[in-house]
């Protein structure tokens, strides 16, 4: 019997109007939670499944298997202060006033505009418990704690002088400072974001996990170290891989609590470094990638970004150039976040690459870092589709004048290891890169120069 034959005409238009009522109710507007890892001077290199079994990063590999890997993903600095600045802020280093290191030298070169708003802010802004559990490097004032930049909860160090060592090192918990001594700091931290996972399990959260490792100092418990010993490596290098590996175990430790808390569906991980390898640490393998942190070569710039969030997003790889400027502007899109600011973002969402979306794009893109006041003809970078523009790194002390050195120009596609200088070979292009890079340079000193 047909349903339609059983019904008088007012019923019929009672029951259609009921099958409607689905439709006209208010969809809820998803709100997932949010987990940002990001680990201090990681090498691509440092990852097991790109460096042929040199170390043991177990859970981060299947991290990845379970990702979007980003193949060409990019920090926005070769150094940490500014490179955390662009992820939190969706705007380029310069922009936001963190254009360098070294926070008690350079306070005012190195903490976060109070107009500009951070993923904290925009999360908290909009219903989610905020928090940060390990480095901060945005500002040491008060005015810049994390607390007065959109974080409900901080539990970590604000100086690099409040980690003198990994075994010995003092954390900030709601104003008070602890010092522990008992305890190694990348495990603590790990099970700090567990208990803040835990904690928060019941409401949409933002957690932003920021590890130390493996950050100088060089340090890790010895029986971590005597495998890599084993294996050959030097005791620096052993150690630097045995930090990554405890690093990875905390990872584990995290994503199956998430499981455990029936949580993973619901929530998007995302895992990244904050720039490459330190030269002050001995040199390690890294996909033979020119360069180191400091320097805008790619070995200084090019980073690890991996996003997980199951039953949403298919595993795989995206050949697209994208920027830690775009993580802002992503996690808005996925999240439905609104951003009361006026000031404009420099990323763009990549979500639609998440979806599937294989278009390709060739905004141009812009690094420059030295140490103090900017210049921009110092180790300065664009890159526009496969080809890069470098202005050579001249030292890593306060440069005294601009640099007159001749840019360089690279074909990334076919020369990833920036071996191959094009640019007599390309003079028009050169100069149209130069220009872009100088009308860069002069918009975010602007925007850098504002009260
Ligand atoms: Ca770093």
Not at 282 to 310: A, C, D, Q
Not at 372 to 382: D, E, K, S
């Amino acid at each position: 019997m047909r349903i339609a034959n059983t019904l008088s005409p007012g019923n019929l238009f009672l029951f259609l109007l009921l099958l409607q009522i689905p439709c006209l109710a208010e969809e809820p507007v998803p709100k997932p939670n949010v987990i940002l890892i990001l680990a201090d001077d990681l090498a691509l290199g440092d990852l097991s499944f790109l460096n042929e079994g040199l170390t043991r990063t177990p859970h981060i590999d299947r991290l990845k298997s379970e990702s979007i890997w980003f193949s060409q993903a990019y920090s926005a600095s070769a150094v940490c202060a500014p490179a955390r600045a662009a992820l939190l802020t969706g705007r380029y280093p310069h922009r936001t006033g963190v254009v360098t290191l070294n926070q008690i030298t350079y306070p005012n070169m190195t903490s976060l505009k109070k107009d500009e708003v951070t993923l904290g802010n925009i999360f908290q802004q909009n219903g989610y418990k905020t928090g940060l559990i390990g480095k901060w490097h945005c500002g040491l004032n008060p005015e810049h704690h994390p607390y007065q930049r959109g974080f409900d909860e901080f539990e970590g160090f604000i100086n690099h002088k409040d980690v003198p060592s990994y075994f010995r090192y003092r954390l900030r918990m709601n104003d008070r400072i602890e010092l522990f001594e008992d305890k190694y700091l990348t495990t603590d931290l790990g099970e700090r974001a567990i208990q803040f996972v835990r904690r928060h399990r019941e409401e949409p959260f933002f957690l932003h996990l920021a590890h130390y490792a493996p950050h100088r100092p060089i340090e890790a418990p010895e029986d971590r170290v005597t495998p890599y010993l084993k294996k050959g490596f030097s005791e620096e290098i052993a150690t630097v891989y045995a930090m990554v590996e405890i690093m990875d175990e905390t990872i584990g430790q995290l994503m199956a609590e998430l499981d455990r808390l029936n949580l993973s569906g619901n929530t998007l991980v995302i895992f990244a470094s904050d720039n490459g390898p330190d030269p002050v640490v001995e040199s390690r393998f890294n996909l033979e990638l020119r360069g180191t942190k400091y320097t805008i070569h790619e070995g200084g710039i090019r980073v690890p970004l991996m996003i997980r969030w199951t039953d949403h997003f298919d595993p795989g790889t995206r050949q697209q150039v994208v920027h830690f400027t775009d993580i802002t502007p992503t996690l808005m899109e996925l999240c439905h976040l609104k951003r009361t600011c006026e000031l404009p973002l420099d990323g763009a969402s990549f979500a639609p690459l998440l979806r599937g979306d294989t278009t390709k794009t060739n905004r141009p893109l812009y690094w420059q870092w030295n140490r103090g006041v900017p210049r921009y003809t110092h180790n300065a970078a664009i890159r526009e589709g496969d080809w890069k523009l470098v202005r050579p790194f001249v030292t890593r002390n306060l440069p005294k004048q601009d640099s007159d050195q001749p840019p360089l120009l690279f074909h990334l596609k076919s020369d990833p290891h920036e071996q191959d200088n094009l640019a007599n070979q390309h003079p028009g292009r050169v100069t149209r890169m130069q220009n872009l890079l100088e009308t860069w340079a002069l918009a975010v000193e602007e925007s850098r120069q504002r009260p």
